[in-house]
């Protein structure tokens, strides 16, 4: 197993779009997730290995989505200043992962940093 890789953060003006993208392998699901200083990590979206994705609506509201290509990755549309955050991407091996649950995910990224100003 290697220790997946994001990419794709910066900084972004309110309003704006970004995509991150994380490589990573032999997993049965990856997750996007973020955390603020002081704050619990939180789940954002996740795709397993054949395809299928969920996402905490209570965070997207419909802006973020996740997808796979040569990577996977998160494309967030319509960026608020309440997104900056350190954005992780992370795997689960085993099974019965709850995709959207940070502590059944095993390996994790450095992060990438999301910063939007108003």
């Known amino acids: 197993q290697v220790q997946p890789v994001e990419s794709g953060g910066g900084s972004v003006r309110a309003g704006g779009s970004l995509t991150l993208s994380c490589v990573a392998s032999?997993?049965?699901?990856l997750g996007w997730f973020r955390q603020t200083p002081g704050k619990e990590r939180e789940a954002i979206a996740a795709i397993s290995i054949g395809g299928g994705t969920t996402v905490n609506e209570d965070v997207a509201r419909g802006r973020f989505t996740v997808s796979r290509d040569n990577a996977v990755y998160l494309r967030m549309n319509s960026l608020k200043p309440e997104d900056t955050a350190m954005y992780y991407c992370a795997t689960a091996t085993g099974r019965g992962v709850r995709a959207l649950q940070p502590h059944d995910y095993t390996y994790w990224g450095q992060g990438t940093q999301v910063t939007v100003y108003s």
């Open positions: 032999g997993y049965l699901w």
